[in-house]
Nanobody, 120 residues
Framework: QVQLLESGGGLVQAGGSLRLSCAAS????????MGWYRQAPGKQRELVAT???????NYADRVKGRFTISRDNAKNTMFLQMNSLNADDTAVYYC??????????????WGQGTQVTVSS
């Protein structure tokens, strides 16, 4: 009933930038916390950044100062602006959202992921 769709990934040279988007659709009353996670091959999925509905943000230390998370509540969309990319940022990036639907409690949803590859 709820889908999260990431977009904006691709191949970029070290030092470059990308802007990821996550669009939520379906039976949505309200989206609470949202976040970006990433997973590199052979590694555990890790938190990148989170943002509350009130737009309070938190960042992983390794991206702080380079990445900016934001959201548009009216459009149920979240963004991740990534600057000064390096090879260690290469991963599949996943959108996560805590969504309150018309029935029952809020539920956490995940997107399918979008590949970010930084060449060095």
């Amino acid at each position: 009933q709820v889908q999260l769709l990431e977009s904006g990934g691709g191949l970029v040279q070290a030092g470059g930038s990308l802007r990821l988007s996550c669009a939520a659709s379906g039976s949505i009353v309200m989206i609470n916390d949202m976040g970006w996670y990433r997973q590199a091959p052979g590694k555990q999925r890790e938190l990148v950044a989170t943002i509350t509905r009130g737009r309070d943000t938190n960042y992983a230390d390794r991206v702080k100062g380079r990445f900016t998370i934001s959201r548009d509540n009216a459009k149920n969309t979240m963004f991740l602006q990534m600057n000064s990319l390096n090879a260690d940022d290469t991963a599949v990036y996943y959108c996560n959202a805590l969504v309150k639907g018309p029935w029952g409690p809020a539920i956490t949803y995940w997107g399918q992921g979008t590949q970010v590859t930084v060449s060095s």
